[in-house]
Structure formats: C-alpha cells, structure tokens
C-alpha cells in the first residue's frame, strides 16, 4: 500500500505536467490533495505496520537477467521517514499557497517538479532492490534543479547548478561502489543480484570494504552535507523558494544520511573496522567520517552565528543538525543509530519550519533577509505570530526538552559518549554554539532593541502585514504539532526505530568490532 | 589462401542475404523516378512530401522483410552473415534512417528532394552492408558506399556556405581515414593471407606480435576511429555537425553510428580472440586509449561550446568513447550491450536534432539562446528536448541511464580490462556527472530563462507526433528496458 | 488515586492558554490568572498536608522512554511539597502585585502562569527528563517577561539571565547523561540507593573511568549559577533590577529555590562523597557568597539592587548548611544531628526567605508605582509621616528580612547556624558577619526610605489603599505565625530530612 506514495505523487506530476495554464489557480488544489493522499497513505501504513519488521510492499520482476528487481520494502526507519516526507510535502504545498495567483507564477510547472521531487523521495526511502534506489536518487536531482533555478531568489543559477553538480557528483561516486559490488557478487556467486539483503549477506573482503565503504558513504553524505562537502547546502538553501529549501533541507538532506546508513553501512560494514594502524588518533574511516561530521556540527553552528543573512542561519543550522545525525550513526550503538533516525525526523520538520518562518512569513512580506533591517521593524509587534512561530521553532531547534530534537540529541550525545567521548564534549560545545546562534537570529529579527527612527527622532510607525493566511497557520501547526507531540511522546516513534536498528546487520552494532 | 577462385559464387544465398539492402536500394531508384516523372510540376513541398514518404516505406520494408525472416546464415566464405544481432542493428538503422525522413518532410535546404531521399536511402544501405560484413573488403567497400553518401549529403544545403565547407571537411578528412584504413586492410591481409574476419583470427591466434601487426592495427584504428569520432580522429565533428543540415547531422550521428560500432565489435572480436594474448594487449589498449580520449576530451569541450550542435557533436565524442569501453571488453555481453547502447542513443540523438531542426527554421541559428523559453513557447517540442537531454546525461528512469548501467555492468563483469577496465569506468561515471553541466545549459535556456519572441515555433503535427514518439520511446524504454531484450540480448 | 501533580502542574498551563485568548483586557486576563492561583494555591495546599512523615507521596509512575530510562515519575516529600506550597503562594502575590501591566496583559499573565506550571513541574519531578523538561522550560517565559516588560535596557539584562542559566544546564543534562551511559537509569531515588551502596562509583568507574568529580563539579556548576553561588552571580543584579517588580518576585521568591531544591534533591544524594572531598572550598565559596552578598548591598543605591544582593546573601546561609552538612564519612554520630539540624534550617531559610523576599519586592513594586518608576534609595525619605501603614507593614517584612525573632526569617537563621556551627565553626563564624552586615543594610534603608527629613514631592505620597492592605495581610501575618509558630512546618520538614539524610552517604 505504501508504494502509492510513490504512483500518487508521479500522477500528480503528470497531471499537472500537461494541466493547461490558464488553470494555475487550481494547480496548487490538485497539488495539496495529492500530498494529502500521500500523506494519508504513509500515515496509514505507518499505523498499520506498527513496531512490527519489515513489510513487503511490493516485488516484481524488472530485468530478471540482470538480477534486478522492483522491489519495495519498509522497515522501521523507512516508515519514520515516508511519514516525514508526507509531513514535509503537504507543509510545503501549504507555504507556497501563494504561487498560482498569477499566471506567470508558471504553478503548474512548480507544483509538478515538486510532486516529482516528492515521488522521488518516497521511492528512495522505500526501495530494497539498489538499482531502483539509485534510480529513485537521481530522479530526485533534476527537479531540484529547476525548482530552485526558475523560483528561487538569491543567486539561484548557481545555486542551482552547485547543487545538481555536488548530488550528481554524490551519486556517480555511489554508482561506481555499487557497479563494482554487483560484479563482485555476480562474479562469485553466480547469481547477479542488486537486492540489498543479498549485497548485504555477501562477505566482501575487508580490501574491498576499505576503499567501497568510503566511496560510497562520501557518495550519500555529499547530498546529507557532511564537511567539508557541505558548501553546496548553504548556497542552495539560500537560494531555493522556500517550499523547496523546506524539502531540501528538511528531507532531501535526509536522503543522504538514509543511504549512508541503508547502502554504505549496510552493505560494507567492515569498511568501519579500524585499519590496524593510527595516523594522529585516527584508526578507521569510522573516525574519520565521525571527525568530520563533528566538525560539520561545530563549523555550521559557528558560521551560523556570524550570518547577516536570515536564510543563511538557517541553512548553515541544517548542516550543523546533520553532522549530528551523521555522528550518530557514526556512533554504531542502538541508541545512538536510534538518536540518528529519530534526529532526521525532527530536524526534518523542524527545518521545514525555520524555513517557512524566514522565507514565507517574513520575507514574503517585509522583502528583506538582512538581519541588520529586520532589526528595525519591530516584527514582535508588527508580525507576533512570526515571532512566537520563530520562538517556539528556534527553542525546539535548540533542544528544548518538550520538543522532538531534546530526546534525538541525548540519544545521540549518549551513542557518542559510549563511541567516541571527545567527540561527544565537542557535539555538545556545537549544541551550545546552536543556542547562541538561534538566540542571536531571534533576538536581532523580531525583538529589536532599537527601533527604526525617522530623521527627527520620531520612532517610525509599525508598519501592516499582511494577516496571516489560513494555509500558514495550516502549515504551522501541522509542523509545529508534530514536533511537540514527538517531544512528548516520542516512543510514537521509537518504538518502530528500534526494532529496525535492531534488525541492522550484526557487525554494525557491536561497534564495527567482530 | 584466396579461396574464392575455385568456389562459385552461389547467388541466391546471396540475394536471400542481402535482400533489405536490395530493397532499399530499388526503393532509391524508385524515389528517383517518381521526382523525375511525376511530381516535376509539384511544389517544394510536395516533392518532399513523396520523397521522404516513399522513402519510408521502402525502409519499412526493408525492417519488416528482416523482421519476419529471423535467419542464420552467412554468405560463402563468410563475407555477410546474417545471426540475430545483426538483424537486430539492421533494423535499428531503419528505424533510424526513417525517423530522419519522416523530420525532414518540412526541410527547405534543398531543391532537390528525390535525391536527397534517395541519397539517404544509399547510405542506409550501406549502413546494413556494413553492419553484415564480415570481410575486409566488403567492410571496406560498405563503408565508403556511406561515406560517400554522407559526403554528399552534407552538402545538401547548397546555400549555406558553411554546409560546404562542413562537407569538405568531411570529405578531405574522410578520404584520408578511409585510405589509412585501407592501408591497414592491406597490411592485416598480408600478415593474415586472408580478408576474411574469420580467417584473420585463426591466423592471428597462431601468430605473435609483430611491429607490422602494430602498425595495422593503428591504421584500421584511424578510419573506424574516424567513423565513430574518437579522439584522436574526431577533428571533423563538430565542424561537420555544425555545418550540415539537420537531418543529415541527425543521420551522421545515428545510423552511421550504430553501423560503424557494429563493425567494430566484430572486428574486435575477430582481432582478439578469446585465448589470445599478445595481440589482444595491443588493440584493446588502442581501443582503450581512444576511449579514455575521447571521453575526457569531448566532455570537457562541451562544458564550454554555446552552439548547441557543437555542443551535440563533442557530447557525441564523449559517448563514442563510453562505447569504446565495451568494446575493448570483448565478450559477447559487452558486444551486446554496446549495440544496445549504440540504437538508444542514436535514437535520442535523432529526436535531438529532430527538434534542434525545428528550431533552428524558425530562430535561423543554433546558438543555445534561440532555445530561450521554448517551454513557454512549445511546452511538448520542450519536453521531448527535456526527456532527450536527460537521457543523453544518463538520468533515469531513461533509456540513457539504463544503457550506461549496462555497458558499465557488463565491462566490469568481463574483467578482461582487469584494473584499468575499473578505472576507465570510474572515469565515465564521473565524466557522466560532469555532462550534467552543459545538458543542463541547454535544459536551463528552455525552462528558466525568458523568451526572446513569444510566439510558438511553427512546428507541423506530423513532427511533433514523431517528435513525442521518440521520446515517448526514450521514456518507455528507460522504464521497461528488457523490452528490447528479444533482439538484444540483456545480461 | 487522582495525578493530583499532574493536575497541579496543567492547571496554571492550561488558564495560560485561556488567559493568552483574553488579549487586550487586562481585568479579564487578571482575573483568570488569579483565580487559577487560587486553585493551585488550595491544591498545594492539600499536597502539603497529605504529607506526613519523610516518605514519598502521592507518587505517580509511567513508563515514557523506557529506552532512555526515562519515566514520567512524580511524587513528593516534605521538601518537595514545601517547595509547591511557596511556588503558589509567591505566584499568588506576584500576580496580585500585577496591577499595572503596560501592554499585552494576556501575554503577560499567560507567561506568568507558564511559570509557575514550569516551578511546580520542577518541584515534582523525579526522573531527570521531566525535572530538566520543566527546570528548561521555566526559562523561557522568565526571559520574555523581563525583556518585554522590563524596563529600558531590560533586553541584554534578559539575555545574560538565559546565556548564564542555559550554560548551567547544558553541564547538568551532560552530567546525567553521563550517569544514563554508566547506570541505565535516570531516576534520582535509583540513583540516590545506588550512591549510597557505592554500587554508582563503580558504575562510572566501569563505563567512564575516573569522571566522578567532573560530573559532579558539571552538576553544581549548573546549580550554582541559578542560586546562585559566588562568583556565577553576576547576571543576578542586572536582572533583577531590569525585570518588572513582579517578575523579580517570581524570580526571588521561587526561582532561585530551584537551585537550592535542585542542591537538595540531585547532588547532595547523588553526588555527595565528591562533594564532600572538596567541601572546604565549597564551603569557602558560600562564606564568599554570604558575606560579599551582604557587603555588596551596602554600597548599592537602587532599592532593587539592595534587595538582589541581599537575596544572594539570604541563599548563601541555604549554601552554608548544605556545605556544613556533606561532611567526610567517619564515626561522627554527633554530627548526625548538627547535619539535620542544619537542613532543616536550609530548607525552612527557603520558604521564608520566599514568602519576605516576595513581600518586599511587592513593597518596592508600590513604591515604584507610586514614584513614577524610580526606586534610587536616596530618593526617598521620611516617608512615615504621609504613609505610616506603608511603612509599618514594610517594616515588618524589612525585619523579617533582617532575622529579628518573632518573625519567619529569624528561625531558619538560626537553625542554619545551630546546625553548620559545630559542623564547621569557621565559616559559621565568618557568616555571622553577614548577619551584621545585612541587618546594617536594612536599617539603613529604613533610615533613609522612612525616616529622615521628608522631600516636598513626596508630602502627598499616598498610603496603602485599603485593598492593597487586605492584599498583603496573608503574607504578613504569614511572617508572623511562622516565626511565632515554627513547628507547624518544621514538623514535616525535619521528618523529611532525617528520612533523606538516612539515605545519604557522604
């Protein structure tokens, strides 16, 4: 049932692909149902598995001569994250209600790229057989590309073109890894075979492990933003309407992170095992890949916090974030892998609503990003919904207990502790530097201490905004439930993550030791 | 030894095997009549009309003789065999041949459509000569009868100046590969004491490496290498692409395309068989120099190119060399999939240039900004592009991603390249991501700039619908890509 | 049995709600707040008297996240329920002495009683998650009420409050997190037996090495900038003084207590043998706190300042007991008594400190109402003669302040010295000083506030109102009956200590 997620989402697409111009209003009606029945679907699915394993969703001959498969699988981790991506499109479907006013606001085309970005996501987080992952991964690239490249505001060419170059830079290191791994297996077991049980059952030896593993885990975290690959992140983020950096950074970052742990750790996990020398401390791609994603988190909260740019906070917070959900994974503890996935699901939605605060509720109305006018427009007063949205996301994105991220960051803290306790001290200076940025964001856009004044001293007058409209309060409360319901009461979900961890392969939860 | 004296030729074999090319070459002379005889009062148009229409259905034709007549057999000595693959790469190049006939129905470059048409069926006949030779000289033979045809058909265009330099070009560089190559010939016969494909590897298998069999090999290298543009002997393509008109540029980089691989992989085959060593080293490092070659250096010179067909023509460069690839592989899956690979891309690149065609008639140049907001202006003549571009990149779920998996696949699983067989793959693979760049300039111009002229591009249905066949070709495939195993063989 | 802590917690959270929609109309907003104070006033109340004994009450117990060891556990002892009896009562004055809310009184009400909700959270919890939930969440309206409504200059003052804080707390939920890697558990009781059986060194031995005292110098770290202990007190002065009136009631009154309470409930059961091998300069450090608080007051001249520093000094005396108290393990059964002697002081030093510290900073909110917002204490005098209740009934609370017997903040003085005396005579001896020093320091603002030549401008300065004298005669006579009758909480308080302090090792 879960793959029609994936049909809706592409009929959708299509529909809208070939719907006539003239009828762009009802464009982003067609969109929002689509997402909805996605949504419904994911939703459905995720109650109905429950906490148990893996559910068959669907398996059919593809090219049976090539061992390849159209295979569709959901675990734990992948349901968590088909709910996140239903969650994300219809927030995101909500915050560009506006786009489908106007004839040239070209909404058809908009709403298609982003039902087939959708689709794309959906297929990725549920398929088993890595041809059709692969294949789902690199659908994904192309409408993120025109997404930002026609919609998006700030240097949205190059924004564009970094990003489609670094995914597709990502995806061609990944392709070669699992090129090679297909040849090996085939050559030596006789049955060609791109299922990942498969892969994932087959020895490879350690030699191979130790150049594949790194090949392909770089691969994916290119597109998670891992550093220093991360440059791509910021820029696009900027860049992107804001529907799409609600995507981008709240689930297309995810998709790396996913491969990381479903292909890269899966498939070769003694390419972590240490390397039985040590260069300066470091003794394993392990505590090479774990080094970086700490560095990701301090370096992304500490460029956060020196941004003039609004966006720009935010989008170096999406790399900070994700360098805690790489650590964790990194972290090869159940708690820790579990901190990770449930960390993907909080930032996701999370991400999706700092996004929606600064791109579509301030910038839609004030027309500027710049921390240093914003200051002056007393947005407290002039826009308080805004601001509480602002305090209440930027305090959940802090790790406010009570909120979604608390419980995904101890979780991943304590792994890390257990993995490697100096990178935990270090995450925990990065949380620190997250406080200080997201304090210093809100403090400088919404609660000025210096109004603007006009020539003669007389304060200036507040300006009008527009009313909040009924799709962003949709939108928010959509996001900003789900976060504090997980803060709550986040076994909803981890009682379908840990089983999953669980059933990972053997060698990746004893800590990458035999 | 030369054997032919004492055996008597056996002339229906002979018919019965080449009764497409028979076909098609009656169908010309055919074209030809018809223009002179009844049409000499028509319009432009309608003479075009005929042509390309008479030369369709000859073509249909031809492909549905081959279709329904699955044959093993070979002409005495070998010389033309007719197995499955080959039937498959025939009726691959029709297809070809009358995609290109049917786009061109509304050209306006010539005056002379009955030759043109006919011209094109000559080559294509020399397209299914040679993808069916199995001996030098018929080889040889076969591929002039093409070259000569592409010549000429270059300089269709007789009021573009730039078409005849474009066929000069060609010409002078095309005469030159073809006499190099024929020199190899000579040099292969003379170490071999056969022209026979067969016979040379029996020959070789019990010979080792000479000086003399090197130098062969490196001049055979230059006139297939020149056929398929390949770095080193590529210099003619981008001009000639540039220069020539649309359908004919579609038809150098299709049809000739596929026939020339095709002959490739048989005479690699031939040339390394699957015992042999020493000589084996020798041809797949050229075939894997070459390759290397032309991927770096065609995808690097289109990063830059803002003419889209130059941009076309070094992209072409770039996948000769992935090609190349799988066929230094040498085994019968690689072979498989290179043919494979060769029929969708030629495929694709006959839609590209298919649209390409169009708007240029409309724009007058084919500078990438005449296609600036074509999706506002064509929204389908867009999409096709779209879906061709893509697949051209090797983005799934279309058939160019699919035929680059393969190909990949199956060099890796020969493991005859060993280390730089890997190596080699990694390169393409990070060359493909690197193609992304300028596909997406093209794809860039279309959706996200605004156009110059609001208008549409005046386009006629039967164009358009041909247009969204082939991609719709392109599409299907990508998802269902087994659907082509009955002639291709898969894995 | 009925969550009656779950439903004291939601109460307040759930009029904030309601009070959010009143807007505009400060009555109204008022009014709901007020009557939810009330409420949680009677429930507390019914909280403190169903404990008796030192056991643990009214107990509720819920697996939440069992992967994390984490459990929705609540119950209250002694300590505890004194805590929520002072968190209702102080939020009840707070919100009376909210008279004049200049914008957004819905907001501005709906912020108080998240507050509260987030003291009685706190007082309650005893799993680490729940406590850090509500110790977290108690920040966030205490931030926006001092930067909204503070004064000019209120919004660094803010700032700092939260940056201070939020550092203390980061090094807690490290440190626990810590004892989850090496326990499995974050349930203070469990983790309180496991101390005390030694069963947690070797535990952290085991999982993390020889990281006790850096945990347990993590974990006073995050209390000692809420008390806060001398030198992390900077950011008390500023923010006090900025915050309006009321708020700085809620923040004398209840929120320093956490700090206190958190000393109490968290490091002394678990952490105690690493506090008692550096008790000597924990102990130096709460003499600092107890004599530079007093000292400081002396040379302040806002009225606010005065009375933040001598909240810092009243806490010291809370710090001194407990220092006394985590004294090296050895045959010391004498001592036994001293230690309970002295808990009980600190405990008791809370709630009154609490109750006189509200009451003054009520007194200083009328003040300053009736001033036009300043509080500079030379800009007083002889106010007797216009205003003789005011003084009086301020006086009252001044003494109270001061220590005088006969009143409520005489007696957890006293016990705090009886106890720490013979623990550790030096300190004792040393935080006499603040003693004099803060008696000194009220007197002289009596001088100068009430006696003295009294300033044209102040001839029509008005006197209590008659429902400002109904106001505060609850917590005046409060004061009184306290410091008369003592025993009707130290009953329950020293059963309470006794009961934890057998539970200790130190």
């Known amino acids: 049932m879960l793959a029609y997620t994936i049909y809706l989402s592409f009929a959708g697409a299509l529909l809208l692909a070939v719907l006539p111009k003239r009828l762009h209003a009802v464009a982003r009606v067609i969109a929002l149902l689509v997402a909805l029945c996605g949504l419904a679907v994911a939703l459905a699915g995720f109650i109905s598995a429950g906490t148990q394993g893996p559910v068959a969703v669907a398996n059919l001959p593809w090219i049976p001569a090539m061992g390849i498969h159209y295979t569709l699988e959901a675990d734990g981790i992948s349901r968590v994250l088909v709910l996140l991506t239903g969650l994300a499109a219809v927030a995101g479907i909500l915050f560009s209600w506006n786009i489908g006013d106007k004839t040239d606001d070209r909404a058809n085309e908009f709403f298609a790229f982003f039902l087939a970005l959708i689709g794309g996501v959906y297929g990725v987080f549920l398929s088993v057989d890595l041809f059709l992952l692969f294949v789902f991964y690199e659908i994904a690239i192309v409408p993120k590309y025109f997404l930002i490249a026609i919609w998006g505001s700030t240097r949205r060419e190059y924004g564009a073109m970094k990003l489609a170059l670094y995914s597709f830079a990502g995806s061609a290191m990944v392709l070669i890894g699992l090129l090679t791994a297909y040849a090996v297996v085939g050559g030596q077991t006789g049955n060609y075979s791109m299922n990942l049980h498969t892969l994932a059952q087959y020895h490879f030896s350690t030699s191979f492990q130790m150049w594949a593993f790194p090949l392909v885990f770089t691969g994916f975290a290119i597109l998670a933003g891992m550093w220093p690959f991360h440059t791509w992140a910021p820029t696009g983020h900027v860049a992107a309407p804001t529907a799409a950096s609600m995507l981008l950074a709240g689930v297309v970052m995810k998709l790396g992170a996913y491969g990381c742990l479903r292909v890269a750790m899966t498939v070769f996990p003694h390419g972590l095992d240490p390397w039985g020398f040590s260069f300066l401390g470091i003794d394993s791609w392990r505590t090479v890949f774990g080094l970086f994603a700490v560095i990701g988190i301090v370096y992304g909260a500490t460029v956060a916090l020196v941004q003039n740019d609004f966006k720009f906070v935010i989008g170096y917070s999406s790399v900070s974030h994700m360098g805690l959900v790489l650590l964790g994974l990194l972290t090869l503890t159940q708690i820790g892998i579990d901190g990770a996935v449930l960390q993907m699901f909080s930032h996701g939605i999370l991400a999706g609503l700092l996004f929606a605060t600064v791109g579509r509720i301030v910038y839609e109305r004030t027309h500027t990003r710049d921390l240093a006018l914003l200051n002056k427009l007393q947005l407290s007063k002039a826009m308080p919904f805004a601001a509480w949205l602002f305090v209440i996301a930027g305090m959940a994105s802090m790790g406010l207990p009570g909120f979604s991220g608390f419980v995904a960051e101890v979780q991943v803290l304590i792994g890390a502790w257990e993995a490697f306790p100096w990178f935990a001290a270090i995450a925990g200076l990065g949380i620190v530097i997250g406080v200080a940025y997201t304090w210093r964001a809100m403090q400088r856009v919404f609660f000025s201490d210096h109004p603007a004044v006009t020539a003669d001293g007389t304060p200036v007058p507040i300006p009008e905004y527009e009313p909040v409209t009924w799709a962003e309060k949709a939108g928010v409360i959509l996001l900003a439930g789900t976060s504090l319901l997980i803060g709550v009461y986040p076994r909803l979900l981890l009682d379908v993550i840990a089983p999953a961890v669980q059933a990972l392969p053997h060698a990746l939860l004893t800590g990458g030791r035999q | ?491 | 049995m009925t969550p009656l802590l779950t439903i004291l917690t939601v109460v307040p959270a759930v009029a904030a709600v309601i009070a959010l929609f009143a807007g505009n109309r400060a009555a109204v907003a008022r009014g709901i707040a007020f009557l939810s104070a009330l409420i949680s006033l009677a429930l507390s109340l019914e909280v403190w008297f169903g404990v008796r004994g030192g056991q643990m009450k009214f107990i509720e117990r819920w697996d939440w996240i069992p992967s994390l060891g984490i459990e929705y556990h609540l119950g209250v002892d002694g300590l505890g329920a004194l805590m929520l009896l002072l968190s209702a009562i102080v939020s009840l004055m707070a919100i009376a002495a909210s008279r004049k809310v200049a914008k957004q009184p819905g907001l501005y009400f709906a912020l108080i009683l998240l507050l509260e909700s987030g003291l009685f959270g706190t007082f309650s919890a005893l799993n680490f998650f729940h406590w850090f939930l509500f110790w977290e969440l108690s920040l966030i309206p205490a931030f926006f009420l001092i930067k909204l409504w503070g004064g000019e200059r209120a919004g660094p003052a803010a700032t700092q409050f939260f940056v201070y804080t939020m550092v203390g707390s980061v090094a807690l939920l490290l440190a626990f997190m810590a004892l989850f890697v090496a326990t499995g558990s974050m349930d203070f009781e469990t983790l309180s037996h496991m101390a005390a059986t030694g069963e947690l060194a070797t535990a952290i031995q085991g999982h993390l090495g020889s990281v006790s005292m850096w945990l347990a110098l993590a974990v006073l770290l995050g209390f000692a900038v809420k008390v806060p202990m001398m030198p992390f007190h900077t950011w008390l002065p500023a923010t006090y003084s900025k915050a309006p009136t009321p708020v700085t009631m809620l923040l004398t009154g209840a929120m320093s207590k956490m700090g206190v309470y958190g000393l109490l409930r968290l490091a002394l059961p678990i952490f105690g043998h690493q506090l008692a091998q550096i008790r000597t300069p924990l102990l130096i450090l709460a003499t600092l706190t107890v004599v530079a608080g007093a000292w400081a007051a002396v040379v302040q001249r806002d009225l606010k300042r005065v009375f933040a520093y001598s909240s810092i000094n009243h806490l010291g005396y809370c710090l001194l007991a407990i220092f006394a108290a985590a004294l090296p393990a050895g045959p010391q059964t004498a001592a036994n008594l001293s230690q309970t002697i002295a808990l009980d002081g600190a405990v008791l030093q809370m709630f009154n400190h609490g109750l006189t510290a509200a009451a003054i900073f009520w007194f200083l909110t009328l003040l300053e109402e009736r001033s036009g917002g300043r509080l500079q204490i030379d800009g007083f005098g002889g106010l007797r003669k216009p205003a003789p209740v005011f003084c009086g009934l301020m006086g009252i609370a001044l003494f109270s302040s001061l220590g005088l017997p006969g009143l409520n903040g005489f007696v957890g003085e006293f016990l705090i010295f009886r106890g720490a005396f013979p623990l550790s005579w030096l300190s004792a001896t040393i935080s006499v000083l603040g003693l004099l020093i803060t008696a000194a320091v009220i007197l002289t603002v009596i001088q100068r506030v009430f006696t003295g030549p009294l300033p044209d401008r102040w001839k029509t300065f008005p006197d209590l109102t008659t429902g400002e004298r109904l106001a505060l005669a609850p917590a005046l006579t409060l004061m009184f009956v306290l410091g008369l009758m003592p025993q009707l909480l130290l009953g329950t308080i020293n059963a309470t200590m006794m009961h934890l302090l057998g539970g200790w090792r130190f």
């Open chain 2, 1 to 491: 030894m030369i054997a032919f004296a004492s055996n008597p030729v056996n002339y229906s074999n002979l018919f019965a095997i080449t009764l497409p090319e028979t076909i098609l070459e009656v169908v010309s002379l055919l074209v030809l009549i018809v223009d002179l005889a009844w049409l000499r009062r028509s319009s432009q148009a309608v003479r075009m009309a005929w042509a390309c229409a008479l030369g369709v259905l000859g073509c249909a034709a031809s492909a549905a003789w081959l279709a329904a007549h699955p044959s093993l057999s070979a002409l005495d000595g070998n010389i033309l065999v007719a197995t499955p693959l080959v039937a498959a790469a025939q009726i691959g190049i029709l297809v070809l041949s009358a995609l290109v006939l049917v786009l061109s129905f509304k050209a306006e470059f010539s005056r002379n459509p009955g030759e043109f048409s006919a011209i094109v069926l000559l080559a294509t006949t020399g397209m299914l000569l040679v993808a069916a030779a199995r001996d030098l000289q018929v080889i040889f033979v076969a591929l002039e009868l093409l070259s000569l045809s592409l010549y000429v058909l270059t300089a269709f265009a007789k009021r573009s100046a730039q078409s005849a330099e474009a066929a000069l070009k060609y010409y002078l560089f095309g005469g030159m590969s073809a006499a190099l190559m024929l020199f190899g010939f000579s040099y292969l016969y003379g170490l071999t004491g056969t022209t026979s494909l067969e016979g040379i590897a029996a020959s070789l298998a019990a010979q080792p490496l000479s000086p003399l069999l090197i130098v062969a090999f490196v001049l055979v290298s230059a006139g297939l290498g020149f056929k398929v543009a390949a770095v080193p002997f590529h210099l003619w393509a981008p001009d000639t692409y540039q220069g020539a008109p649309a359908p004919v540029t579609a038809l150098i980089a299709s049809g000739s395309k596929v026939a020339s691989f095709a002959v490739l992989v048989a005479l690699t085959s031939a040339i390394i068989p699957p015992d042999a060593h020493l000589h084996a080293a020798s041809w797949a490092v050229l075939l894997l120099w070459m390759a290397a070659g032309s991927i770096i250096l065609g995808n690097l010179a289109a990063l830059v190119q803002t003419s889209v067909r130059r941009l076309l023509a070094y992209s072409a460069i770039a996948h000769a060399g992935y090609m190349l690839l799988g066929i230094a592989a040498n085994t019968p899956q690689s072979g498989a999939a290179v043919l494979y690979y060769a029929l969708t891309y030629a495929l694709t690149t006959v839609g590209a240039f298919g649209v390409i065609g169009i708007v240029e008639r409309s724009a007058g140049t084919d500078r990438m900004d005449a296609f600036a907001g074509l999706s506002r202006r064509n929204p389908l003549l867009a999409a096709t592009m779209f879906l061709f571009l893509l697949s051209l990149a090797g983005i799934p779920p279309l058939v160019g991603f699919w035929a680059k998996f393969n190909l990949f696949v199956a060099v890796l699983r020969a493991g005859t390249l060993g280390m730089s067989g890997l190596i080699l793959v990694a390169v393409a693979i990070a060359a493909s991501a690197v193609s992304l760049y300028y596909y997406l300039q093209v794809m860039k111009r279309m959706y996200v700039f605004a156009p110059v002229r609001h208008e549409p591009v005046p386009i006629s249905f039967i164009e358009l619908a041909t247009l969204a066949l082939i991609a719709l070709a392109v599409f299907a495939l990508g998802i269902f890509p087994a659907a082509l195993s009955n002639w291709i063989p898969l894995g």
